[in-house]
């Protein structure tokens, strides 16, 4: 729960150590044009997950060099370039050349000769970046969550599709799908050990997040890239943010069924400041499924309170536990078990499995459920900011786009209030 890709750069002595290289590495000149010999990984979001990406990404391959780097803001260079150099040496292969600033950077390290993009930029950006990514015929990996609001799903959902009849490789920063303990317990419920999943309980408490205070010469619009967590049309707001996670380990619980409704609550009670934007502090939501069975999802961001990031789940032979805190995976009931294997590191499988998929022609495409877990936090915002009970298809449907078609640092920034239940209206 308190380690994540911002955590790798400040271990980085100790990061060759522990995880393997792919096990079969067979180059394959045929396969979606990609440089057989060497892939060249390109950068898109110096930050401390986009660097923490970069970190595994040069791990997971013996002949993988990072070639270029893009971002709004240039001073990220240099301490991510630091950080992979020190482990990594002579496979950073970025020059001055490339390392591309501006909004458009995106593009130009797409077009700057890489085989495989890692998308790491604030959500708001993500379906842009991947169709530029998937339109130009590159590898991808995608941080979490796809999108903000229901017209970013659906243009995703759409590219999904098109890179599968690419050939092309589309990885999820979805990190507890690559967890080999997470692996193990949801195959047994998906499997049937603990029956028909009648209902799930997950949470996400944590603390604060990181803020930085308005500097001079700021735009209104480059205060919120720099603080874009705090801004629904950046982030999607914590629970599409940072709670999707355990959503996502709800949606898997269930086989990937989606939900029918969502009914909800959540609010502003300590997090009011003006430097906190316009998200809220904690939500609340109910999920109905198909077969009756209902999730419940708690998540707040409240600094001094107790912390949560677990999965129970509840059928009718028996109860599984997934606790992302603890290493505790176990099915209590008809069929009890509990997880004795490996602890692998789940960023790192991500990219193992990521560059073994290209380098053995067997592309992966995780397109479609990561796109419809994001999806799911999606319409629990939507239930929470409106008081209403949200369908799955009228959240679909929704036609509300978040922010601009555009974006610099002179741009307007949205004008958008904290959401107020019974009067904020689904669009």
């Known amino acids: 729960m308190h380690t994540s890709r911002r955590d790798v750069l400040k271990l980085a002595g100790a990061a060759l150590a522990g995880t393997a290289f792919p096990s079969i590495i067979v180059p394959n000149r045929a396969f979606a044009g990609i440089n057989s010999e060497t892939l060249k990984v390109g950068?898109?979001?110096?930050?401390?997950?986009?660097?923490?990406?970069?970190?595994?990404?040069?791990?997971?391959?013996?002949?993988?060099?990072?070639?270029?780097?893009?971002?709004?803001?240039?001073?990220?260079?240099?301490?991510?370039?630091?950080?992979?150099?020190?482990?990594?040496?002579?496979?950073?292969?970025?020059?001055?050349?490339?390392?591309?600033?501006?909004?458009?950077?995106?593009?130009?390290?797409?077009?700057?000769?890489?085989?495989?993009?890692?998308?790491?930029?604030p959500p708001f950006f993500r379906p842009l970046h991947l169709e530029a990514a998937i339109n130009a015929g590159k590898h991808i990996f995608c941080?979490?969550?796809?999108?903000?609001?229901?017209?970013?799903?659906?243009?995703?959902?759409?590219?999904?599709?098109?890179?599968?009849?690419?050939?092309?490789?589309?990885?999820?920063?979805?990190?507890?799908?690559?967890?080999?303990?997470?692996?193990?317990?949801?195959?047994?419920?998906?499997?049937?050990?603990?029956?028909?999943?009648?209902?799930?309980?997950?949470?996400?408490?944590?603390?604060?997040?990181?803020?930085?205070?308005?500097?001079?010469?700021?735009?209104?619009?480059?205060?919120?890239?720099?603080?874009?967590m705090y801004y629904t049309w950046l982030a999607g707001d914590h629970i599409v943010e940072q709670a999707v996670h355990s959503i996502d380990m709800m949606s898997w619980a269930m086989g990937d069924v989606l939900p029918v409704s969502a009914v909800g609550t959540g609010g502003r009670q300590v997090r009011v400041d003006p430097l906190f934007g316009h998200i809220f502090d904690h939500f609340a939501i109910t999920y109905d499924y198909p077969n009756g069975a209902k999730g419940f999802h708690f998540s707040r961001q409240q600094e001094n309170t107790e912390r949560s990031y677990l999965v129970e789940t509840f059928g009718t032979k028996g109860r599984a536990m997934a606790n992302c805190s603890r290493p505790t995976h176990k099915i209590e009931g008809q069929n009890p078990w509990e997880y004795s294997g490996v602890q692998n590191d789940m960023y790192q499988t991500e990219h193992n499995e990521l560059f073994a998929s290209i380098r053995n022609s067997k592309p992966i495409n995780n397109g479609e459920w990561m796109a419809n877990s994001t999806m799911i936090a999606i319409m629990g915002r939507m239930a929470a900011y409106t008081g209403k009970k949200i369908t799955w298809e009228e959240a679909m449907k929704s036609t509300e786009k978040l922010g601009p078609d555009s974006v610099n640092f002179q741009t307007p920034v949205p004008k958008l209030e904290v959401a107020r239940p019974g009067f904020t209206p689904f669009i």
């Not at 923490?52 to 990072?66: C, E, H, S, T, Y």
Request: hydrophobic share 40%; aromatic share 10%.
């Open 143 to 228: 941080e979490k969550p796809v999108a903000v609001d229901a017209p970013g799903i659906r243009k995703v959902i759409e590219l999904a599709k098109v890179a599968k009849d690419k050939n092309l490789s589309l990885v999820s920063g979805f990190c507890w799908r690559f967890h080999e303990p997470k692996r193990a317990v949801f195959g047994k419920i998906n499997d049937g050990s603990i029956g028909e999943v009648m209902s799930i309980y997950n949470t996400y408490y944590t603390g604060g997040a990181w803020s930085f205070p308005r500097q001079p010469g700021w735009s209104d619009m480059e205060f919120q890239l720099r603080n874009w």
């Open 43 to 121: 950068l898109i979001g110096c930050g401390g997950r986009g660097s923490g990406a970069a970190m595994q990404a040069l791990k997971a391959d013996p002949n993988v060099v990072l070639h270029a780097l893009g971002d709004i803001f240039p001073e990220r260079f240099d301490t991510c370039l630091e950080g992979l150099r020190k482990v990594h040496g002579d496979k950073v292969k970025v020059d001055n050349e490339r390392k591309f600033v501006g909004f458009d950077a995106y593009q130009k390290v797409i077009d700057s000769g890489v085989d495989v993009v890692l998308l790491a930029t």
